[in-house]
């Protein structure tokens, strides 16, 4: 297990130095989980949403990572999020993709 963390991190800092090239910074939506009950109620979009509301204020890019492309990468693109890049996590033959979104700043009127 903790082989596939550092190789998870290796893969993540490779995406990352090549996607986050805004000398302002980003938001990172850091391992966001709804528990399985809760799914499918907006927990989970009220969440996000909170970070890009306060990203727009500063005018910051906001960056997440999905291990799921259905339904997750639809769902984040109702948000502004874009795909921009794969990450696969390899590891004893196992597989584990990671699907890498970038959304731009909102005007805040």
Do not use: H
Not at 49 to 54: F, I, L, Q, S, Y
Request: aromatic share 12%; glycine share 8%; with cysteine.
């Amino acid at each position: 297990m903790i082989q596939r963390y550092y190789i998870w991190k290796s893969k993540q800092a490779e995406a990352q130095s090549a996607i986050w090239t805004d000398d302002k910074g980003y938001y990172f939506l850091n391992i966001m989980v709804v528990i399985p009950g809760q799914q499918g109620k907006g927990v989970g979009k009220k969440l996000a949403r909170e970070v890009t509301r306060r990203a727009d204020e500063e005018g910051r890019k906001c960056y997440l990572e999905s291990s799921r492309d259905v339904p997750n990468m639809a769902i984040y693109e109702t948000m502004g999020f874009k795909y921009v890049r794969k990450l696969m996590c390899e590891d004893e033959g196992e597989s584990c993709p990671l699907y890498c979104m970038v959304r731009d700043p909102k005007t805040v009127e």
